[in-house]
């Protein structure tokens, strides 16, 4: 691996030893497939992780760069952090769908690979269990937020079941046979439920995934109706193009956000969306570096 270093600072020339200050990424600097994460702390300045209480948070496949959370909200720009997280020995916490900390991580390997210039991450669980497979930074002011689940009857579950198939059956055929031929999950396990502040009171939805990603809101009659349908994945033809990670809020904003896999025909990536209240959208936020297939 050729690689450009240079020193964020300069020693002091006299008093007590200094420690030695970061290694710095540059443009330069290229990552080979089956690199070793490095030995030594790097920094880049492009890593938006530097503000006080920054935290960082890493995805759940391939273990990337996912985004960074400030004071300032969530920022997106994940290739620059690739070499400066990939400490060995620091410490991450573990969540569940609705943001609760369920353990707590030690990150103890990693290796490059050069299409996505990245590092893939390998951690040890050290407490409790490793959750939805996000791992959030040990430091940093983000705390566990207010559940949002809610818990639908059996009738709401019915139809919410019924409006999914009724939406999947209407999307349009597949372009080519995929290569990812697995059956798409039981509706349970790629479907969260939960709430977003309304200015009458919570308004109950459901997100649910596989070829199209479906978020449906409760009316007032208890019906669920579709509030939005991305299916911009859907024509590569995997039936778990989407999978619906965790909903709930990581900007303090009191809404949640809504944690995404995205297994696609080139690669796979997490992504978060934010819900933008005056025209109903959601939009992503940020995605991880993420794998290739290339």
């Given at each position: 691996m050729?690689?450009?270093?240079?020193?964020?600072g300069l020693l002091a020339a006299f008093g007590p030893a200094a420690a030695e200050p970061p290694l710095i990424n540059v443009p330069g600097d290229k990552i080979e497939t089956g690199d070793p994460i490095p030995k030594k702390p790097v920094?880049?300045?492009a890593c938006l992780d530097g503000a006080p209480g920054a935290t960082r948070w890493v995805d759940s496949n391939p273990h990337t760069p996912l985004a960074v959370v400030d004071r300032d909200g969530i920022h997106g720009e994940a290739q620059p952090c690739c070499a400066p997280w990939a400490r060995r020995g620091s410490r991450w916490?573990?969540?569940?769908a609705y943001g609760a900390v369920t353990g707590e991580a030690e990150l103890i390997s990693g290796f490059g690979y050069d299409v996505t210039q990245c590092y893939q991450l390998a951690f040890k669980q050290r407490r409790g269990s490793p959750g939805i497979g996000l791992?959030?930074?040990a430091e940093g002011d983000w705390r566990s937020p207010r559940s949002a689940r809610w818990a639908p009857s059996a009738a709401q579950r019915a139809d919410f079941a019924r409006l999914l198939a009724h939406?999947?059956?209407k999307l349009p055929e597949r372009h080519n046979p995929p290569h990812d031929v697995r059956p798409p999950l039981p509706l349970a396990r790629r479907t969260l439920y939960f709430t977003m502040p309304g200015p009458?009171?919570?308004i109950r939805y459901a997100v649910a995934g596989g070829r199209a990603l479906v978020v449906a809101r409760l009316d007032?009659?208890?019906?669920?109706?579709?509030?939005?349908?991305d299916i911009s994945v859907m024509q590569e033809g995997f039936n778990r193009a989407y999978q619906p990670l965790g909903a709930f809020d990581l900007d303090g904003d009191q809404r949640p956000e809504l944690i995404l896999h995205i297994d696609r025909d080139d690669g796979w990536y997490d992504v978060i969306l934010q819900f933008d209240a005056p025209t109903g959208i959601w939009f992503e936020?940020?995605?991880?570096?993420g794998g290739s297939v290339a």
């Open positions: 050729r690689t450009t270093l240079l020193f964020a920094s880049n300045p916490r573990t969540v569940n791992y959030v930074s939406v999947e059956a009458d009171g919570p007032a009659q208890g019906r669920f109706r579709v509030a939005w349908l936020r940020a995605q991880s570096v």
